[in-house]
């Protein structure tokens, strides 16, 4: 009798099951259509922002390219959908998005009692705020009294509350449904102080029209871990945009770009092989060669990361706890193979 290890019995067993069939498949829908539907700010610098000719650019919106790049293999072939904090999750659970990347928190609340799920986090963020240099304030706990700008629907209300309760500081709220109406209140004297996560404190400064007169106070409140959201109930779809980050993240801990992956299909590191001939990915229901089309269309995440609010932007944000686990942050992704 031919010999054969428990591993591989094990590992012949788990093939062999069928697979589960998903009631609905977001792939097949998005390849019939020939588009991703993604639901994305209503304009924010840095994450989701039309330029002046309306092409959107952003990390958000390069996570949209890179599922589309993923499932169609072409980047380009996104609709984006602007919505406000407070329509996001209605506008994923009601089928009018496919995906939602908006500078979303993964929150238990969110992720448990929505019918929704997390698939990563595409930037690690923290609650801050942003004050006028004239007001003279050095910390965030010398704002007791202050009035203060912010935006519905967010985390960043119910985090605001919980650190002036904590302080025992009062505030007086001034609530607003778009970052543009946020800064445009801020920069009109509305409020004191203006909160959001920190990145998006920056991504707010450029809107203003003399942003070096506004300062970022240096306290961070909470955790805000940002990352782009499904429907629950189709695993498939949720594997893919879930991979789909995981492949950004391992492409530049590979070293491949969008510049030197053409030139990587011939290296003889089997990761890379790996990477490039799509290993493991067959039930996706994708081209084997997604991963491959992500990084040559859109880059690796440090590349989609500068570009969009690092050095290269003008947010010129700091990598911090976003640099790769090998570079003292914690953006990690699990192995392909
Ligand atoms: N990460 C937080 C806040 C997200 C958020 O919506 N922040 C505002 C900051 S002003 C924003 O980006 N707005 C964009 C828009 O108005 O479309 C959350 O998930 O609740």
Do not use: H
């Not at 506008?91 to 799920?117: F, Y």
């Amino acid at each position: 009798m031919k010999k054969i290890s428990i591993c591989a019995v094990l590992t012949a067993v788990s093939v062999s099951f069928p697979m589960m069939a998903s009631a609905a498949s977001t792939v097949k829908s998005v390849q019939k259509r020939g588009y991703v539907q993604c639901g994305v700010t209503t304009g924010l610098p840095g994450f989701s922002n039309p330029n002046d000719k309306g092409k959107w650019q952003g990390i958000d919106v390069d996570v949209c390219r890179a599922v589309a790049a993923a499932t169609l293999g072409d980047a380009n072939k996104v609709k984006y959908t602007p919505l406000t904090a407070k329509e996001r999750f209605t506008a994923l659970q009601s089928g009018e998005i496919d995906v939602l990347s908006r500078v979303t928190t993964w929150t238990i609340t969110r992720d448990a009692s929505l019918g929704l799920n997390f698939t990563g986090v595409t930037y690690y963020d923290g609650q801050g705020f942003m004050v006028s240099k004239e007001l003279g304030v050095k910390s965030a706990k010398e704002l007791d009294g202050a009035s203060v700008c912010i935006q519905s629907g967010t985390t960043t209300e119910l985090n605001l509350a919980d650190y002036f309760r904590q302080n025992e500081m009062e505030f007086e709220p001034v609530v607003f449904d778009t970052a543009d109406q946020t800064a445009k209140g801020f920069e009109a004297g509305r409020c004191d102080v203006l909160t959001s996560d920190q990145s998006q404190l920056y991504a707010l400064r450029i809107k203003l029209s003399k942003p070096d007169k506004a300062m970022v106070l240096p306290e961070v409140i909470s955790k805000e871990p940002l990352g782009p959201v499904v429907r629950q109930g189709d695993d498939q779809w949720f594997n893919l945009v879930k991979w789909t980050l995981f492949a950004m993240v391992n492409a530049e801990e590979l070293g491949l770009t969008s510049s030197n992956i053409e030139k990587e299909k011939k290296s003889k590191n089997p990761e890379v092989q790996r990477f490039i001939s799509g290993e493991g990915s067959k039930s996706l229901g994708i081209s084997s060669d997604w991963a491959y089309q992500i990084v040559k269309q859109v880059g690796n995440y440090g590349e989609i990361f500068e570009r969009n609010v690092g050095s290269s932007s003008p947010l010129k944000i700091d990598r911090g706890l976003n640099k790769l686990w090998t570079k003292g942050g914690i953006q990690y992704a699990p192995p392909m193979r």
